[in-house]
């Protein structure tokens, strides 16, 4: 599976983007999705989770009632919107697949990655 994520860029405060990820896979309903991110110096966090039948969604404490996480399986593309920006929200974010459900928190429980997309909010 070869995932490409895209949508990053610079942001004022209080902004908005939408980060997308596609995926090369014709199975894509299959695989659970995930956004990371990895600010400099820092280990790669989570943010987002979300099942396969998007029937489930998971969120990091600190993104949660301001990021939402959706997936359009007929397009093999996971969006990720992020509302509410904050300076503490810049990193390089990236978007991976998991062949597992549940409680996706960690980066060893999927097996493919794509290649990140900086964002960046200015205070």
């Known amino acids: 599976v070869q995932l490409q994520a895209s949508g990053g860029g610079l942001v004022q405060a209080g902004g908005s983007l939408r980060l997308s990820c596609a995926a090369s896979?014709?199975?894509?309903?299959?695989?659970?999705m995930g956004w990371f991110r990895q600010a400099p110096g820092k280990e790669r966090q989570f943010v987002a989770s979300i099942s396969g039948s998007a029937d489930s969604t998971r969120y990091a404490e600190s993104v949660k009632g301001r990021f939402t996480l959706s997936r359009n399986n007929a397009k093999n593309t996971a969006y990720l919107q992020m509302n509410i920006l904050k300076p503490e929200d810049t990193a390089v974010y990236y978007c991976?697949?998991?062949?597992?459900?549940?409680?996706?928190?960690?980066?060893?429980?999927?097996?493919?990655w794509g290649q990140g997309t900086q964002v960046t909010v200015s205070s």
């Open positions: 896979a014709s199975t894509f309903s299959s695989y659970s």
């Open positions: 991976a697949a998991s062949f597992l459900g549940g409680n996706l928190d960690y980066p060893n429980m999927y097996a493919y």
